[in-house]
């Protein structure tokens, strides 16, 4: 069996955050995807190779067996779910919340009182629905894919359930967090036959990963 394995990223945020975690490991990488039109890009080690995938989509390839191992948000294993995926550890990267926001002036309190219904638009539609459940609120869910913000603010829905970060969106658009739902950060995924197959090979990656997010830890600390 080939030894070369292929982790799957994303761009953007987790893929920045994830090359000084490849470069503790020693690998770096040939080129970048923010300048390559390749989908599969070379690195610095012959027995890895990464994969250029939307940040949904990460864990899709993992679990069928596309790529041994990737990188995603815990935001989107929950909606995902985790068969056919180990999950190792978290990285301690990319961190954001899962929040429930509304428009300024907005009485979110007497919205969210037993009994009560909300629309609310999310791409994170089982998060959402799971929470407004335990809250005992009831929920029409309209699923979005971007400009989430948008949708309160031309009568679509009451309510966002998205990623925050700094909150200047919500800001910009006159939109306030009032409710936390769960801290996010990426988790490394690893296919679960390629744990056992390709074990020899996975585990000097996996070490390498511990360490250097132990390393990162004490540096902050």
């Not at 894919?145 to 309160?152: D, F, H, K, R, T």
Request: aromatic share 4%; with cysteine; proline share 4%.
């Amino acid at each position: 069996m080939s030894k070369l394995l292929t982790l799957a990223l994303s761009k953007g945020r987790i893929f920045e955050e994830t090359l000084p975690l490849l470069q503790a490991a020693g690998i770096t990488m040939a080129e970048s995807p923010e300048t390559s039109r390749k989908l599969i890009l070379p690195t610095s080690s012959p027995d890895l190779r990464v994969i250029i995938v939307r940040a949904s989509d990460v864990p899709t390839y993992v679990q069928y067996g596309a790529a041994d191992l990737g990188l995603a948000g815990s935001d989107v294993l929950m909606e995902h779910g985790l068969a056919g995926l180990y999950v190792p550890q978290g990285l301690r990267i990319a961190r954001c919340r899962l929040s429930v926001a509304v428009p300024e002036g907005f009485d979110y309190e007497h919205a969210v009182r037993q009994g009560a219904r909300l629309r609310v638009a999310t791409k994170y539609v089982e998060a959402a629905r799971e929470h407004f459940a335990g809250k005992g609120v009831h929920v029409d869910l309209i699923k979005l894919y971007g400009s989430m913000e948008l949708a309160p603010l031309v009568g679509l829905a009451d309510a966002i359930v998205d990623l925050v970060s700094t909150g200047g969106t919500l800001r910009a658009n006159k939109l306030v967090e009032v409710e936390q739902i769960v801290d996010v950060s990426s988790r490394l995924v690893v296919n679960q036959a390629a744990l056992k197959l390709k074990r020899a090979a996975l585990a000097p990656l996996l070490a390498a990963f511990a360490e250097a997010v132990r390393r990162r830890e004490g540096a902050a600390a």
